[in-house]
């Protein structure tokens, strides 16, 4: 429209002036009228208006979301320039496991010896007596601090068929004078628990008993050793330490035994 009109003036203008020449009354007049139409365009002309085009149809767009197990969106809220996640879940308490304190209670060998029996009151006295004793150690173990168990020990002799043969409860730990049933198991100290002595071509082990006697009028309890010869021979020997709550370790100790006028000799051992 803009542009028809701007033809019109620029036509206008044209005749006015062509028409000066031959008349000059109505040529002013025509290009007066000419020169208004412009400044009307000018003026009064704005952006052309483009009809809109209506749409065919409707078109309706539906967004579905299929069904998925995993499917698990994240919700954000924007909060001024940042965006905040949903929170989540608060992370388990983990709360320290202590450590379980324990000894390192082990069996190392079985050593013999042969100890001169001195003493008045001894049934040996006078003569050279060889011994075989266990020996048990609580190793250290790097970085942890162990129990230091108080136990006594319990032997059961048995035949190379397995049949019992004696069933002892309170057998005697040495060095010592042979009469102390109970040890404390200190970390590195080896200790050693009295398992059979010959003395006289004769096989006994030990076991340390209470006894009352009177002294000054008064009755008094004390530990005294006392030997059990053993006739037969011997297959194996299971050691249990016991403290006063429990059982600490347990060894089953194998031996070759074929001559009773000598100690057995260790040929393997089974910790239980």
Same mark, same amino acid.
């Given at each position: 429209?803009?542009? =028809? ?31 208004? @139409? ?15 085009? /209506? ?6 767009? $539906? ?5 998925? /197990?995993?499917? &698990? ?7 001024? &320039? ?5 929170? %989540? ?7 320290? *496991?202590?450590?379980? $304190?324990?000894?390192? *209670?082990? +069996?190392? =060998?079985?050593?013999?010896? $042969? ?8 049934? +040996? ?23 230091? /168990? ?16 004696? =069933? ?12 102390? &049933? ?5 970390? &590195? @100290? %080896?200790? !050693? ?10 096989? !006994? ?16 309890? +004390? ?6 010869? *053993? ?17 600490? !370790? ?8 074929? =001559?009773?006028?000598?100690? /057995? ?8």
């Amino acid at each position: 429209m803009k542009k =028809d009109l701007m033809g019109v003036a620029t036509s206008l203008i044209a005749s006015g002036i062509a028409w000066y020449f031959k008349g000059p009354n109505a040529g002013l007049m025509v290009a007066a009228i000419g020169v208004v @139409v412009v400044i009307a365009v000018h003026i009064f002309g704005g952006k052309e208006h483009h009809p809109s085009i /209506p749409s065919s149809a409707p078109v309706h767009q $539906e967004n579905t979301q299929a069904f998925n /197990p995993q499917f &698990n969106p994240q919700f954000n809220i924007s909060v001024g &320039n940042s965006s905040a996640s949903a929170a %989540p879940a608060p992370a388990p308490v983990r709360f320290p *496991i202590p450590k379980e $304190e324990r000894h390192n *209670i082990t +069996f190392v =060998d079985v050593r013999s010896a $042969e100890k001169q029996q001195m003493h008045v009151f001894s049934r +040996f006295a006078g003569s050279t007596v060889l011994f075989s004793a266990a020996m048990f150690e609580n190793k250290h173990i790097q970085g942890e601090e162990l129990l230091v /168990p108080i136990v006594k020990a319990r032997a059961i002799y048995r035949s190379p068929d397995g049949t019992g043969i004696l =069933d002892m409860s309170n057998l005697p730990w040495v060095p010592g004078t042979g009469n102390a &049933n109970r040890t404390k198991l200190e970390v &590195n @100290v %080896p200790q !050693y628990l009295l398992l059979l002595t010959l003395a006289n071509n004769r096989r !006994y082990c030990r076991s340390v008993e209470s006894a009352i006697t009177r002294v000054a009028g008064a009755k008094r309890r +004390f530990q005294q050793p006392r030997e059990y010869e *053993i006739k037969g021979p011997i297959g194996s020997i299971e050691v249990q330490l016991l403290s006063t709550k429990k059982q600490e !370790y347990a060894v089953r100790l194998d031996f070759v035994d074929a =001559d009773f006028a000598a100690l /057995p000799l260790l040929r393997g051992w089974t910790e239980l």
